[in-house]
Structures are given as structure tokens and as C-alpha cells.
């Protein structure tokens, strides 16, 4: 692809980078933002900064917040649940359905040897923690995660880990195909696997 600039080539390049966006939709992208006045596109660049500068992690739940205290904490919802994702985008996807209203963990991602993450990597041990703290008020953890070969090696990692708080494990039911990311899962179909989910054990993987 041929450009009419290297000032338009190298934004279309970072652009690109983006997941899902190719160079013709890069292309059309960068464009529009050079038709549009100087203070939309000063304002798009401020708010990507202040994303990468400003954005922190709950240090409870680990979810994306504005602060290491987010509401998780104070927020009314049922305490005796915890359901574990790997990142943010699949807790809001569960969130949506409406049928989920315990507390949330994030991992930050799934065990997998050949990227080089190993369960040090994820927030595992501060779940087992989380729940030890809770004196007992703890009774379930829901294992939320997508139903893929590094899903099902974390599930059964969390599940050896969590033996020890004596907490009830479950994962969600089998409605998510497999090989399929939770979040792109349609609302319905999540919000069934949620309602239906079923005990989990590590003896059975």
C-alpha cells in the first residue's frame, strides 16, 4: 500500500497495531482524524495518556480502576461469592447478563507454558489469601474462565490451590463452546452457564 505521506504511513502503522484493525481501516481512521479540527485529535491523544498513566488495578479484585481501592469493597453485593475471570472485559461481559451479583477476581490472564506465564505470573495466590481473610464469609468460587486448553489448565490449578480454604468450587456450565472466549459469548448464553454452573473438580480433568 502506497501513502501520500510517511506522516500518514506511520500512523497507519501504530494504528494497525491495533487487534482487529487493518491498514485500510487504519488508513481510513487516520484520515478522519486529520479532517477533523486540531482539539478532537489533541483530546483523542490526551485521553490515551491519561489511560496509560493514570489506570491502576484494585489490589483486591484486581479489576481496571482509577484507584488501588475500587468499590469491590463497599459495593452491595454477596459476599459469599467470588467469581474469577482471567481480565476485565470478561467481568463486564458476566456483569451484563445481570444474573451475577457476587464479587469478582481477576487473574490477569491464563497458565500457558509456551507464552511463558506460569501461575507466579497470575494473581493466584492473592485469591487464596482473599479468601483465608474473609474468616469463613466466603462459601463459593465460581471458575469463570474460557473454555481453552490454557483455560482448563488454570481451572485445574485454582482448583488444587483452593482446596485448602475448603471453599465449594464451581465453573460455569459448558454452554461456551469449546475453544471459545468468554467474552465474546452473546449475554444469554453466559448468563445460562452462570445460572447453571456446576461443581467443579480437579479430579475429574
Do not use: W
Not at 58 to 81: A, F, M, N, P
Not at 110 to 123: A, H, K, M
Request: proline share 3%; glycine share 6%; aromatic share 4%.
Amino acid at each position: 500500500m502506497e501513502f501520500p505521506s510517511e506522516l500518514i504511513e506511520e500512523a497507519v502503522k501504530e494504528i494497525s497495531k491495533l487487534p482487529g484493525i487493518g491498514k485500510k481501516t487504519a488508513l481510513r481512521l487516520a484520515l478522519h482524524l486529520l479532517k477533523e479540527n486540531e482539539a478532537t485529535t489533541e483530546s483523542l491523544s490526551a485521553s490515551l495518556v491519561r489511560l496509560r498513566q493514570e489506570t491502576k488495578y484494585c489490589d483486591t479484585c484486581h479489576v481496571i480502576s482509577h484507584t488501588t481501592d475500587c468499590t469491590c469493597r463497599t459495593i452491595s453485593r454477596d459476599l459469599s461469592l467470588i467469581c474469577v475471570v482471567v481480565d476485565t472485559p470478561d467481568l463486564l461481559a458476566i456483569r451484563s447478563t445481570g444474573q451475577y451479583q457476587g464479587m469478582f477476581h481477576v487473574l490477569g490472564g491464563v497458565i500457558s507454558p509456551i507464552e511463558g506465564i506460569g501461575p507466579e505470573d497470575l494473581q493466584i495466590d492473592s485469591l487464596v489469601e482473599r479468601i483465608k481473610d474473609s474468616n469463613g464469609e466466603v462459601k463459593e468460587v465460581i471458575l469463570a474462565l474460557s473454555a481453552t486448553m490454557e483455560g482448563d489448565t488454570t481451572c485445574f490449578y485454582l482448583s488444587r490451590k483452593l482446596e485448602e480454604t475448603g471453599v465449594k468450587i464451581s465453573t460455569i456450565a459448558r454452554g461456551i463452546p469449546i475453544g471459545g472466549e468468554l467474552e465474546y459469548a452473546d449475554e444469554v448464553t453466559l448468563a445460562r452457564s452462570i445460572v447453571t454452573r456446576t461443581s467443579y473438580s480437579s479430579e475429574s480433568n
